[in-house]
């Protein structure tokens, strides 16, 4: 582009004869206007680099957006919780065990093994972002999946008693069925899913080797003999006890191991991998949570990874990643869902894992604070007066004693009717070890529901599965006065804070995973 001298402003036109440009004035013979040039030639070096950098680092987000493969979110139940029914986020992240892919080399098996889900846990980010934890769902966990969409369109239907890991290959496609997975916990927990995450075994390699290794622990020295119980010989040293640093195949391998460390259950392998997950938080933390430090992890990550559309692009994934920046480690806790052996398999105790959920909607944190960050608590429903009439017009509703004390239904079933509700029945719940009472609403009754509540305060509202409302007694219930909310109603039980696990807790304490160790 050619510029005409005389169009500029006097300031910037050049004297006549002076190469320097100057009016008249004489620079100093301290070599001033010399030095002038090198250092426009450094500005634009530094212009030109920062530009670079900048193309960079863009080249590199695109990269990472090629890398990332979204599920169908189609996928998911239409009749999910309330979105509003936690103010902090919760995050599914799952293990595949899938071999498609090339996951074979690393896992073994055959390389069209679908898998199932070998690992998931529920994460809970506290509204007040200082608080997070993991909860960890048993793979053999009996429980309900519920409907699920199929490659052709049609749904499943509700299957009731199945393991928790089925969910994944509902279907039997490659890629697995990461919304079947989500519905199932979020049926399980009445808690909304935000997001969800799929690893498979090539993505956990990865990163473990871009964060140079995680530190673990070990109880004992593990031959190949203690892995595979049909092997005559003791075979090679694995891992040596105590602690020690893994990643790639050997790191994978750690977290999987079942047999030869404690009692050889899935629990104790769920106890082992909250640790691990711990010291690669702790890693990873100590490099620094910026988007510099986290792009080679989004790399390894993404390359095996498939998310939800939530997520599904570079700058989103690492948003989130940045907002867990100010977790402590202290304040990010492992715990596993209430269980115990049914068997061979793992059935869920109740009423501590409701109680559990309750605390994660309510944003309680393991030692009972409140963690919503700067809204305001909600108001507590009071028993209605007298003077104060509840409308039931029109509202159909059944009623489950979900205790062991006789009657308890049709009391509340008469203070419905005398509040002009229709009773379509009552009857014993399911079991009897419910602690608080809970409203059970189907799809577009959440305000029927909210108006039921007023005569149960301090119940707890669950969007349904199906259709319907229900109202579940719990041993909370009065009925003199309705429902009476326990003094804390959203704490989370004794048997699973007691047994939580920190990001900073020691690597090597706990070290036996299980009751046989």
């Known amino acids: 582009m050619t510029v005409d001298n005389q169009a500029l402003p006097s300031r910037h036109r050049r004297g006549p004869g002076r190469p320097d440009g100057g009016g008249g004035r004489r620079r100093d013979s301290g070599g001033r206007g010399r030095r002038r040039r090198p250092l426009r030639v450094a500005l634009t070096a530094a212009l030109a680099i920062a530009v670079l950098g900048v193309a960079g680092l863009g080249w590199i987000y695109f990269e990472l957006n090629g890398n990332i493969d979204t599920f169908d979110a189609d996928g998911l139940s239409k009749n999910r919780p309330d979105a509003a029914s936690s103010e902090g986020e919760n995050v ?21 093994d679908i898998g199932r889900s070998d690992t998931a846990f529920l994460l809970h980010v506290y509204a007040d972002h200082k608080n997070a934890i993991a909860v960890s769902i048993p793979r053999d966990t009996l429980l309900t999946i519920p409907p699920c969409k199929l490659p052709d369109g049609s749904w499943t239907k509700e299957q009731t008693d199945t393991q928790f890991n089925a969910a994944y290959s509902v279907g039997q496609t490659a890629e697995g069925n990461p919304a079947c997975t989500q519905n199932t916990v979020e049926k399980l927990t009445g808690v909304r899913v935000d997001h969800t995450v799929v690893v498979d075994f090539k993505g956990f390699a990865s990163l473990t080797e871009v964060v140079g290794g995680v530190k673990v622990c070990l109880p004992q020295d593990i031959y190949q003999g203690d892995l595979n119980p049909k092997r005559a010989t003791k075979g090679k040293l694995l891992y040596e006890k105590g602690e020690q640093t893994v990643s790639g195949q050997q790191a994978l391998d750690y977290v999987r191991i079942r047999h030869g460390i404690g009692d050889g259950s899935d629990i104790g392998r769920i106890k082992r991998q909250q640790a691990f997950v711990g010291s690669l938080i702790k890693e990873v933390r100590s490099d620094g949570l910026t988007p510099t430090k986290l792009l080679p992890l989004a790399e390894a990550a993404t390359e095996s990874m498939t998310v939800d559309p939530g997520l599904g692009t570079a700058n989103k994934l690492i948003s989130f990643a940045m907002s867990l920046k100010d977790i402590d480690l202290h304040n990010t806790k492992f715990v596993t869902i209430p269980w115990r052996y049914e068997g061979s398999r793992v059935t869920i105790v109740e009423p501590d894992a409701s109680a559990l959920w309750a605390a994660l909607r309510a944003d309680r944190t393991i030692d009972g604070r409140d963690a919503r960050g700067t809204k305001s608590p ?14 039931g017009a029109g509202i159909a509703v059944a009623v489950y004693n979900g205790t062991t004390t006789g009657g308890l239904a049709s009391t509340a079933a008469a203070t419905l009717t005398d509040h002009g509700f229709t009773v379509t029945g009552t009857a014993n719940a399911k079991s009897q070890d419910h602690t608080n009472t809970v409203i059970e609403y189907g799809s577009g009754l959440k305000a029927q529901a909210e108006t039921v509540a007023r005569l149960f305060p301090g119940a707890e509202l669950r969007p349904l599965g199906g259709s319907g409302l229900n109202v579940v007694l719990g041993t909370s219930y009065s009925p003199q006065g309705g429902t009476t909310a326990p003094a804390t109603p959203t704490d989370v039980p004794t048997s699973v804070a007691d047994d939580a696990r920190s990001a900073d807790d020691d690597l090597c304490s706990d070290l036996s995973y299980g009751s046989g160790g």
């Open 378 to 391: 909600a108001p507590s429903s009071a028993s209605p007066s007298a003077a104060e009439s509840v409308s």
């Open 92 to 112: 599914l992240v799952i293990g595949s065990d899938a071999r498609t892919d090339g996951n074979d080399a690393l896992g073994g098996g055959e390389s069209d």
